[in-house]
């Protein structure tokens, strides 16, 4: 019997200096996806406040051009859109969302550009004279 507890001893003994000995493993699978996602959403996060920028700068600047361009001949409008460079990147999933984010800048930009020429475009009322009596 003795001889089984030291012999159950030293292998335990061995198990555990073995399994220390092994030091960190491979790093699991989920915090390898979870610095993945902060990167992208790191890069998300710049690229969404850039293309606020620009959209905002474009608000200003550009949707008058749009505009009078708009009154002139509508197909010019799309003038405007059709220069954009189209954004391409490794990462399907930041590509996606950035591919969004600057749809929706240009959709607003075109709202913005039919309101403003709607407005330019109603008549304002004339002013009735008065008859003399």
């Given at each position: 019997?003795?001889k089984?507890t ?8 061995f198990?555990?200096?073995w399994?220390?000995?092994a030091?960190?493993g ?23 406040a ?21 009154i002139k001949?509508?197909a ?9 460079k ?23 930009l075109?709202?913005?550009t039919?309101r ?10 004339a ?7």
């Amino acid at each position: 019997m003795l001889k089984r507890t030291i012999k159950f001893i030293v292998y335990c003994v061995f198990i555990l200096f073995w399994g220390c000995a092994a030091g960190p493993g491979e790093p699991a699978a989920l915090e390898i996806q979870h610095a993945r996602d902060s990167v992208s959403e790191a890069r998300i996060d710049s690229a969404y406040a850039a293309i606020r920028t620009a959209c905002d700068t474009m608000m200003v600047y550009q949707v008058p051009e749009m505009v009078d361009s708009f009154i002139k001949d509508p197909a010019l409008a799309c003038t405007f859109f059709d220069t954009t460079k189209v954004y391409s990147d490794a990462d399907k999933k930041v590509e996606k969302v950035i591919r969004q984010l600057q749809a929706d800048c240009d959709s607003n930009l075109l709202k913005e550009t039919y309101r403003r020429a709607q407005l330019r475009q109603r008549s304002k009322p004339a002013q009735r004279r008065k008859l003399k009596a």
